[in-house]
């Protein structure tokens, strides 16, 4: 049985989602290999979290321990 397209949509999106999780830095490209989606599918379904805010900002989580720095 073929999935609906919201349940595709919903799918895609969560592939995307963990990938930037943990590549924040890659290309569209390379998130779109990664996942198997076209880039453009990608990147409109990253300017689409964006817009309703379920993403937002990339950012560099820094280890203090490396950078000799205590909390």
């Known amino acids: 049985m073929p999935k609906s397209s919201k349940e595709k949509i919903a799918e895609d999106e969560q592939r995307i989602i963990k990938e930037i ?3 924040a830095k890659d290309s569209i ?4 290999e990664k996942c ?7 990147w409109r379904t990253i300017k689409r979290l964006e817009e309703n805010n379920t993403i937002w900002g ?12 205590k909390r």
Do not use: F, M, P, W
Request: hydrophobic fraction near 35%; charged fraction near 25%; glycine fraction near 4%.
């Open 29 to 32: 490209s390379s998130i779109a």
């Open 58 to 69: 990339y950012s560099a989580i820094v280890d203090d321990e490396k950078l000799n720095l």
């Open 21 to 23: 999780k943990t590549h």
């Open 36 to 42: 198997g989606c076209s880039r453009q599918a990608v």
